[in-house]
């Protein structure tokens, strides 16, 4: 079974400071996909970034980066420089490659993220 | 192109009757995915589809839920005899390739179903 874990419920920054959001994943598989989505007030959630799991590399992408590590099963997401519309929760989800399975994702339980101008 | 639609957007159910909920998948999608999300919680798998086939119901809480994708397209999610605590935001998504290659799903609006 896989599990997803983000311990911080709320986080509260002011305009333009960076902020990092932790999750923590487990599964007893060997290939799997890791993802940050954002869900603003409206609902929708939208896709913001994926690892696999043979990828270690961290990245930036604008002003979103994470840092994947394997060895402490974390994939945390941050944040540069934090804009007003940034406010929204973030969920952490994990899919599994296994066989005959569906790629269903397995989600946190979400980071309520407010940046305050 | 157009997103993954939703409807209706809000639904308030008496208790004990019967809902259905729609979603309307991407052009192409092969796949395509129901979830529910709790207040405060995130999003849990219900069931899959790929194409037409049902390959995994294995989310649904109770016999009382049932899907459908008769033409591979259009998708309707069925709650039989609701109750409160089939209250919660049920989200469809669908994305690109079958389930043994990977794409990104992408998100509908969600249907906010409220049991009174």
């Known amino acids: 079974a896989q599990k997803v874990t983000q311990a911080q419920t709320e986080i509260s920054v002011v305009e333009k400071e960076d902020v990092t959001l932790d999750c923590v994943y487990e599964?007893?598989?060997?290939?799997?996909?890791l993802f940050w989505y954002k869900q603003p007030p409206s609902g929708e959630l939208v896709f913001l970034i994926r690892r696999n799991s043979f990828d270690e590399q961290n990245e930036i992408s604008g002003r979103y980066s994470w840092n994947f590590q394997k060895s402490t099963s974390s994939f945390n997401f941050t944040i540069t420089a934090s804009q007003v519309v940034d406010s929204a929760v973030y969920f952490c989800?994990?899919?599994?490659?296994?066989?005959?399975?569906?790629?269903?994702?397995?989600f946190g339980s979400g980071t309520q993220l407010t940046v305050l101008p | 192109g157009a997103g993954v639609s939703q409807s209706p957007r809000y639904k308030v159910a008496k208790r004990g009757q019967d809902v259905a909920l729609r979603c309307d998948p991407i052009s192409g999608h092969v796949s395509l995915f129901w979830y529910q999300q709790a207040l405060g919680q995130g999003p849990e798998f219900l069931t899959y589809?790929?194409?037409?086939?049902?390959?995994?119901k294995s989310g649904l809480p109770s016999d009382r839920f049932f899907a459908e994708r008769p033409e591979g397209s259009v998708s309707t999610l069925k709650i039989q005899r609701t109750q409160q605590e089939d209250s919660a935001v049920y989200l469809c998504a669908s994305s690109m390739g079958p389930h043994n290659s990977y794409n990104e799903q992408f998100f509908g609006p969600g249907t906010r179903l409220t049991v009174l």
């Open positions: 599964t007893r598989d060997t290939t799997y996909y």
């Open positions: 989800a994990l899919s599994v490659i296994s066989s005959g399975s569906a790629r269903q994702l397995t």
């Open positions: 589809f790929q194409n037409e086939a049902q390959l995994d």
